[in-house]
């Protein structure tokens, strides 16, 4: 545990909730560049178009873009390119990543609302991603938003902002992109990693926390290191809900890994 000692960190202090970010909270608005989402300069998306919003004649390919599902850093000071029709990407996950980036950047949670098999070849050939916001909620849901405590209910206001792409020969291009949303969208950057579809940890991480996990620190502890270890609370890009869910998942893999050797044990056990 010297790391810890030589960055001043004392593992059997309790947690703190100084630095965690407070509903009331003020903090500091996105650092980024204004990027032109016009498309007048239209081409295939690299990975440094994501951040940058500058044309390089490339597609983002899904391995470059993370599309095994983990969250990945966005160069702080930049912005990712607005969607516009004709934008080129090299896979639909990484339009899907995209996407994503951009909404965090504007401040709303996405998800894919639908997809659509070509009747040509049968394989996927349209997707769509709308603000998680869109659609109507049921008479039930409408019930359960006002108990204030059942933070896992959307209060959905028929937001009709989305991003719609096609494969187009080997490549995936924007066809529909709408921009408004029916609603406020989050301004405080300490407040988007609430928002569903940012609620990941970055893949570099996993390993480090991993290794917290491993000395049996907690959830709300291992928040607490971060906290220490990106400045403040406010800078870390998940909250501890979203670690306490990892550690979770951890513990089940272990234990579906541990079964056959229990069973084995077991048989062992009855020669």
């Known amino acids: 545990m010297d790391w810890f000692n030589l960055h001043g960190i004392d593992l059997n202090h309790p947690p703190s909730d100084d630095d965690f970010i407070e509903p009331d909270g003020t903090e500091a608005p996105v650092q980024g560049a204004s990027v032109d989402g016009t498309g007048a300069n239209s081409g295939f998306m690299s990975v440094d178009d994501t951040t940058h919003g500058a044309p390089t004649g490339q597609t983002l390919s899904s391995e470059e873009s993370g599309s095994d599902g983990e969250v990945q850093s966005t160069p702080e000071g930049f912005a990712p390119r607005k969607p516009y029709l004709g934008m080129k990407f090299d896979t639909w996950e990484a339009a899907k990543v995209h996407y994503n980036r951009y909404a965090e950047h504007v401040g709303f949670s996405m998800k894919m609302s639908s997809s659509r098999n070509s009747v040509l070849d049968k394989q996927k050939d349209k997707y769509l991603f709308v603000c998680n916001k869109s659609g109507t909620n ?69 390993k480090f926390i991993d290794l917290l996990d491993s000395v049996n620190l907690s959830a709300g502890r291992i928040m607490d290191i971060m906290s220490e270890l990106y400045g403040t609370g406010k800078a870390v890009p998940y909250d501890t809900k979203t ?14 890994k541990d079964i056959p050797e229990l069973l084995s044990y077991f048989e062992e056990l009855k020669k």
């Not at 924007?174 to 990693?193: A, P």
């Open 138 to 206: 049921s008479q039930k849901e409408e019930t359960e938003a006002v108990k204030l405590r059942n933070r896992a209910i959307t209060i959905r206001t028929n937001c009709q902002a989305k991003m719609r792409v096609k494969r187009k020969g080997s490549i995936w291009e924007v066809t529909q992109f709408i921009e408004e949303h029916t609603h406020e969208t989050i301004k405080k950057l300490g407040l988007k990693k609430y928002l569903r579809s940012h609620k990941k940890i970055p893949k570099e991480e996993n």
């Open 243 to 256: 670690i306490s869910n990892y550690m979770a998942s951890i513990d089940e893999k272990k234990n579906v």
